[in-house]
């Protein structure tokens, strides 16, 4: 009897098709209708199969939208098409060629969002065009349908071994029986091409190689590709049936062993044989050893210290003296390196992730992993971070154990005043300990990390001993391989620590310590360095440390400008971290307070949250005789000071200092009133100007002592502006030591007061000829816009400070 199979146009209308034979020459039945343009649905990690039931859900406006439409229409048909790059787009291009007609049954969740179906998937269709419409996508596809095949011995063969793979599957696995029963309830074993969709569907295969079977619509090629899955499928449940069996027989075995050890114990203890505590530290202490390497001296001290242990009744007070020394010994990393990594690539990024600009500092560092390198190992490294406050000291040493590879471990020489903080007590003492080297080293677990040394120059001394001389074995790279720690009492290898110590100045360090560490020093940062790192580094902290999300708080650059120029001209970040952190606080009370628009700071904002400038721009810059401004260099870096003079008519002539001048500026404010008091006709003075006058040289601001050797040249010129009554050049300032036959000697701090001449708006400065050497090393950055002049003597100086003013 004839059979008709009825097709959908591309308007969605049904009618009658003619009778069409497939490939193998049975007759074509169609039992639904289906529409010729379907929505498609893509699908990213594997595809279906036609005569399965299964659940979806669908992500997307769009496709939801696409799901309601087709229930509207009463057509209840999508696609189910694979992805060719399940994280590709969800374009056409992207589609494999074959897919699944599939119809809803059922709607059981939707929403804007998402939508779970039940779906029938029907027939495979080939995708004929498929395009990206505003309603999604969008295919016109001709359908393969399901042909009724004449069972030839073949393809029951086929159809068999199939049938006999699945029973060895459902052995090993319950839920394929499930399944097989759902099959069957809906389909027959007697159709191999429904047959070897149903196998293919119940694998684990790749996406890709369903689709494959998918889009083999020749019924033996298919199922000898299915029976291929298959086999693999079988053999992976094999594997896991046998691991699994493997670990559920190890459980037993320790369950097994459990309740013996229990019962053991049990048994133990009605005899009295149970192990004292005593013995369990013993064993814990042997068990600790497996794995070091103590040197000949320590193994020797742990065996006789063991042996000494099992005599001692644990209620003697000396045994807790043993078991502790016991624990020290053997809890240390004798022996135990990490891996040092000596990529500079890597070694560069990480640099410059966690430090903007400094980067002579990072060259440095770079450097010493460079010498690594070619020795294989950074043994006896002694760095010394010296700088202002706040310009990034520890965040670097951190910084180098994680270019290194090593573990980092920090602790504090600020106001240390026992030596046996450094080297330890003796264990005769009640509550002794190691010191703080061996303390850290415990904690570092390794024998070669890095270990920062904060604050080196505030170490101190008292009648309990001197920590700095104590330092002197510990940092010394011919003694510290055979470190004793009083403690200890034995030889602890630290040629292998990698030490960085910070220090804000050298002048309290004791030179015998300063002779064993490489100085490297970070000088500040200007302003626009500050500016990239607020940008950077400060804003995105504050604002995670507030709450707050990016965009709630923005704080321009302009704005950051006027922020570090009124509020934060220290060398170091800390003060300009602390006002950011300010803006932060106020503007989270805001938002506590229902405020949902952003804040963009302004200048209103920054005088609301953090008050008057605390700086005024143009203070250096007065056009006053008699004042210059010098330069100075501090532990808070450098700075810029301005030097009054003035002059009284007496009597009498007099000479006054006031600023809290220490001793060295004392002298160098009387070697300028000596040398412009000899020079008075060559400078355009009346010779007996100082018998009729009493001077008063004055270096604001009072409250703050200030001392060296530095403002010779800007006290001279000070006292000359005031005699003469001729201002100097605006924006410029000076430094350098004068003599009394007027030469000028050589500073130390440029790279410093150049920073603090720039953070001031100078562009004009004079340096000793002496220094030409150590401002031409300078980056270029640092000079830009830097007018230098470098003179020997001070009639230059005067050339220069008097000439025309711009």
């Not at 320790?254 to 530290?281: A, H, S, Y």
Request: glycine content about 8%.
């Amino acid at each position: 009897m004839a059979k008709t199979k009825i097709m959908a146009d591309g308007n969605g209308n049904h009618g009658p098709a003619d009778d069409k034979k497939d490939s193998e020459g049975g007759l074509v039945v169609a039992a639904e209708v289906l529409p010729k343009f379907l929505p498609i649905i893509p699908l990213k990690m594997r595809p279906t199969f036609p005569g399965i039931l299964i659940p979806l859900v669908v992500k997307g406006a769009e496709k939801i939208a696409a799901i309601k439409r087709v229930m509207e229409l009463g057509d209840r048909t999508i696609g189910l098409v694979l992805m060719k790059d399940a994280y590709g787009e969800e374009v056409p291009e992207n589609l494999h060629h074959v897919g699944v007609a599939a119809k809803i049954l059922q709607v059981i969740h939707s929403d804007e969002e998402n939508a779970h179906l039940m779906l029938n998937n029907v027939e495979r269709f080939i995708i004929e065009q498929a395009n990206k419409t505003e309603e999604g996508l969008i295919a016109r596809v001709t359908y393969h349908f399901s042909a009724e095949l004449s069972v030839n011995p073949e393809l029951q063969a086929y159809s068999m071994a199939v049938i006999s793979t699945l029973k060895e599957l459902i052995q090993l696995n319950p839920l394929f029986s499930e399944e097989t029963k759902l099959f069957l309830n809906r389909s027959s074993m007697d159709d191999p091409g429904r047959l070897a969709d149903f196998a293919a569907n119940l694998t684990s295969a790749e996406g890709q190689e369903l689709q494959q079977v998918l889009e083999t619509f020749d019924v033996r090629h298919r199922i000898d590709r299915v029976l291929v899955l298959l086999k693999k499928e079988l053999e992976v449940y094999r594997l896991q049936s046998r691991i699994t069996k493997q670990v559920e027989d190890k459980i037993s075995a320790r369950q097994r062993e459990f309740f013996l050890r229990e019962q053991l114990k049990m048994i133990k203890k009605e005899l009295g044989l149970e192990k004292e505590g005593k013995t369990t530290e013993l064993e814990k202490f042997t068990e600790r050893l497996q794995g070091l390497t103590l040197n000949e001296e320590a193994q020797k001290a742990v065996e006789e210290e063991m042996e000494k242990l099992q005599l001692i009744e644990p209620t003697s007070p000396e045994y807790n003296v043993s078991r502790n020394y016991l624990d020290w010994l053997t809890i240390l990393p004798w022996g135990k390196f990490s891996e040092d990594s000596y990529n500079i690539q890597r070694a560069r990024k990480v640099l410059d992730r966690d430090h903007y600009g400094l980067k002579d500092v990072k060259d440095r560092i770079l450097e010493f992993i460079a010498v690594g390198k070619m020795k294989g190992n950074i043994s006896g490294s002694i760095l010394c971070l010296v700088g202002p406050p706040g310009v990034g000291k520890t965040s670097v040493g951190k910084s180098i154990a994680d270019a290194l590879g090593r573990k980092f471990y920090r602790f504090s020489l600020g106001g240390m005043r026992d030596e046996a903080e450094i080297k330890g007590h003796r264990r005769t003492y009640i509550g002794a300990m190691p010191g703080k080297f061996i303390q850290a080293m415990k904690r570092a677990g390794t024998s070669n990390p890095v270990l920062m040394l904060d604050e080196i120059d505030k170490i101190g001394a008292s009648f309990q001993g001197d920590p700095a001389s104590a330092l002197l074995e510990v940092l010394d790279p011919e003694q510290n391989s055979a470190f004793r720690d009083h403690y200890l009492d034995v030889p602890f290898d630290l040629s292998n620590v990698m030490f960085v110590a910070t220090a804000n100045q050298l002048d309290t360090i004791p030179p015998a310590l300063l002779d064993r560490m490489e100085i490297i020093r970070l000088a500040g940062y200007i302003l626009e360095e500050k500016v990239e790192i607020a940008r950077r580094y400060l804003i995105p902290k504050a604002l995670d440390h507030h709450g707050l999300k990016k965009g709630q708080v923005t704080i321009p650059k302009d704005i950051l400008v006027k922020i570090i120029d009124g509020y934060a001209r220290e060398a170091g970040v800390r003060s300009l971290e602390n006002r950011i952190k300010k803006i932060m606080r106020r503007s989270a009370m805001e938002f506590a307070e229902d405020r949902t628009d952003p804040i963009i700071v302004g200048e209103k904002e920054v005088k609301e949250y953090l008050g008057n400038p605390l700086f005024n721009p143009d203070d250096v810059f007065e056009d006053v005789a008699g004042v210059v401004t010098g330069l100075a260099w501090t532990s808070m870096g450098g700075a810029t000071l301005q030097v009054e003079a003035t002059a009284m008519p007496s009597k009498t002539k007099g000479f006054k200092q006031t600023g809290q001048l220490g001793s060295v500026m004392v002298e160098s404010s009387e070697i300028a009133y000596s040398y412009v008091m000899a020079h008075l006709e060559k400078y355009g003075a009346a010779a007996d100007y100082f018998d009729n006058h009493f001077v008063h040289l004055h270096v604001p601001a009072g409250a703050t002592p200030k001392d060296g050797p530095s403002a010779g040249v800007t006290m001279t010129t000070a006292l000359i502006s005031m005699i003469t009554g001729k201002p100097v050049r605006r924006k410029m300032a000076m430094t350098g030591e004068l003599t009394l036959t007027g030469r000028v000697l050589p500073i130390g701090g440029v790279k410093e007061k150049t920073i603090a001449a720039r953070r001031s708006g100078i562009n004009t400065l004079i340096f000793p000829e002496g220094n030409r050497k150590d401002f031409e090393e300078l980056p270029a950055y640092l000079k830009k816009g830097i007018k230098a002049h470098f003179v020997d003597e001070y009639e230059q100086v005067h050339a220069i400070a008097f000439s025309k003013r711009r």
